[in-house]
């Protein structure tokens, strides 16, 4: 219809509309104007130029159309309203969160500046009478609707809306036969049922064991129960080792035991392991339990680091860090800056200590460090504990001497997959300090040395939390997969190749396990037809032999791992050896009695 309206114009709440007893005239039918196109220059993606006077204003009550659309971040939860609005965007990259602090940025220009991603908006499904969907972050749209304001945002509200959904939940891949696994797991503030007198949240007994039951379902069906998980955000032992009972019953393969050091935090949640009975656990001890902020003498460590060390298969030396580090909430204020400066240079002295006692030390540091793989322009977390940052590119190190305490420096994993896949939460809330509406981040890290970083066959998120709609957490199972929004961060698998001695040859198959390279043999030089791996590439060299062989040739995986100088000491050979390489014949019954 085409209307003649007689009113006052208002703004209601931010939403411009006409009151005051309008009067609305029929004069006629007229045609839709032609739809504004929304892409990926509209809305402007640069805050300061934006594509009007006042972004998303000059469009309200427009006709828009969405050819293309990617949805940022999956449905919130209201009371009355379960499946609420999505965070989207009109282009085809999904917005992440950047580095620096959002702009207008901290006034120097040294400090990266973020834009907030201001081309990410709302979508409600059903506002003008669709049905309402369930859609996961991930998935693309296209739609036909009109710009309205609510709440105190800009949304877009359908009148055509076609999506195609991601696909959730999605699994880590299966470790290989001479693999181990390390896992990280946020527990969404796991709490039991039973009310212990300390003020703790104690849930509903139905929401503790279908908690419990979903976690569990997440840890094997989508994590593939890690050999080492490193946990957070878990009240205490009980309600750890109670997890462990619920996850080894869903699979007879799976035996865990919990590990668990009550800390400081005045919400009473943990950091603690779930580990498989392939593990041989030599110590667990809490570090930095009573150190102190230099700003008031408070406790430092909220979660004090918790470190594991052990074996894994009876042969791989391997040590675990936990780490559940202060949120970035608040980090406007300078108490906070200089609480997470100073628990980061704690925990990158400590992982210094342990490489200074062992330079070959097979350490990772993981867990929930509420830090970005880059600096959020107060504080790079992530980079001091890391050993590699730039000081000038962090506010507090305008107050501080920021030393670089770690070399050689730990690899971020994180940094080893690919971009679309660096992130493990997303903040929903509209414009806070942690991160903008519906911007994908990395707030969990897996951090390895560099003993063991040559080790690292892969890194894997298990999809299934930070993709997935907010009420979900309350399914039981009747109203999408079970495993979906177990918590609100992804659990993350680092996958190692287990070879001690590293030599190219996994410690199953290897049946010399203190391999030295280069090898020891062949101290006179190398003879024709006689072998060594002189260059500690993991093949056997031999003599120049002027045409007349050698016939064969020879890996340390031929050998099972073992050198000529090893082989010399097994089959207790000849001096002649030793000075000239081991005999082809020697080679031969060596590799063929290791084979069998």
Not at 158 to 172: F, M, N, S
Not at 279 to 293: H, S
Not at 399 to 425: G, Q
Not at 504 to 530: H, I, Y
Request: glycine letters at 10%; proline letters at 6%; one cysteine or more.
């Amino acid at each position: 219809d085409t209307v003649e309206v007689a009113g006052q114009v208002a703004e209601f709440f931010g939403f411009t509309e006409i009151t005051g007893g309008p009067v609305v005239t029929v004069t006629g039918v007229g045609t839709l104007p032609a739809a504004i196109v929304f892409d990926v220059q509209t809305p402007s993606p640069d805050p300061l130029a934006p594509s009007c006077a006042i972004e998303y204003e000059c469009y309200e009550g427009m006709l828009v159309e969405i050819p293309a659309g990617i949805v940022a971040a999956s449905n919130q939860e209201f009371g009355s309203d379960p499946f609420a609005e999505v965070h989207v965007t009109a282009g085809p990259s999904r917005p992440f969160r950047e580095p620096g602090a959002e702009i207008p940025g901290l006034g120097d220009p040294l400090i990266p500046i973020w834009d907030g991603n201001p081309e990410v908006f709302e979508l409600d499904p059903d506002k003008l009478g669709l049905p309402n969907l369930n859609i996961p972050a991930r998935s693309t749209f296209s739609a036909v609707g009109v710009i309205g304001f609510e709440f105190n945002h800009y949304e877009f509200w359908p009148t055509v809306l076609d999506v195609t959904p991601a696909p959730l939940p999605v699994a880590v891949r299966s470790k290989q036969a001479e693999e181990g696994t390390v896992g990280s797991f946020n527990l969404f503030r796991l709490f039991d049922d039973v009310d212990d007198g300390t003020g703790d949240a104690v849930l509903p007994t139905d929401e503790y064991v279908r908690r419990t039951a979903k976690i569990a379902a997440y840890i094997v069906d989508l994590m593939q129960s890690p050999d080492i998980l490193a946990v957070q955000e878990v009240e205490s032992l009980s309600v750890l080792e109670y997890l462990a009972t619920v996850v080894n019953a869903l699979d007879a393969s799976v035996s865990y035991s919990a590990y668990l050091v009550e800390g400081n935090d005045i919400g009473s949640i943990d950091v603690g392991f779930l580990v498989r009975d392939n593990v041989r656990v030599n110590a667990v001890t809490q570090l930095g339990a009573l150190e102190t902020l230099s700003v008031d003498g408070s406790l430092l460590h909220d979660r004090p680091p918790l470190l594991l060390e052990g074996t894994l298969n009876d042969a791989f030396p391997i040590s675990v860090m936990v780490l559940h580090m202060r949120s970035l909430g608040g980090i406007e204020t300078p108490r906070t800056q200089q609480k997470r400066y100073e628990q980061a240079q704690s925990v990158a002295q400590k992982v210094q200590d342990i490489q200074n006692v062992d330079p070959n030390v097979n350490l990772v540091v993981i867990g929930d460090m509420n830090a970005f793989e880059f600096t959020d322009g107060y504080v790079d977390l992530a980079g001091i504990i890391k050993g590699s940052f730039v000081p000038s590119e962090s506010l507090v190190c305008a107050s501080n001497t920021c030393v670089d305490l770690v070399a050689p420096d730990l690899t971020d994993e994180i940094l080893n997959i690919p971009a679309e896949e660096r992130y493990s939460f997303i903040f929903r809330d509209s414009f806070n300090a942690e991160g903008s509406r519906g911007d994908a981040q990395i707030l969990d890290h897996a951090m390895t040395s560099q003993a063991m970083g040559s080790l690292v066959t892969g890194l894997e998120f298990a999809r299934g939390n930070a993709d997935a709609a907010e009420e979900l957490v309350e399914d039981d199972g009747t109203l999408d997969d079970f495993v979906l929004r177990a918590s609100d961060h992804d659990g993350l698998v680092l996958y190692i190749f287990r070879d001690e001695d590293k030599d190219g040859v996994g410690d199953d198959l290897d049946v010399c396990r203190s391999t030295v390279l280069p090898d020891g043999a062949a101290t006179n030089g190398l003879k024709p037809n006689r072998f060594a791996d002189i260059d500690g590439d993991g093949v056997f060299e031999s003599g120049e032999s002027n045409g007349n062989g050698p016939s064969d040739s020879f890996d340390l995986h031929d050998t099972a791992g073992c050198t000529c100088e090893q082989i010399i000491e097994e089959e207790g050979l000849g001096n002649g050896h030793t000075k000239f390489g081991c005999s082809i014949g020697a080679m031969r019954n060596w590799v063929s009695g290791v084979s069998q």
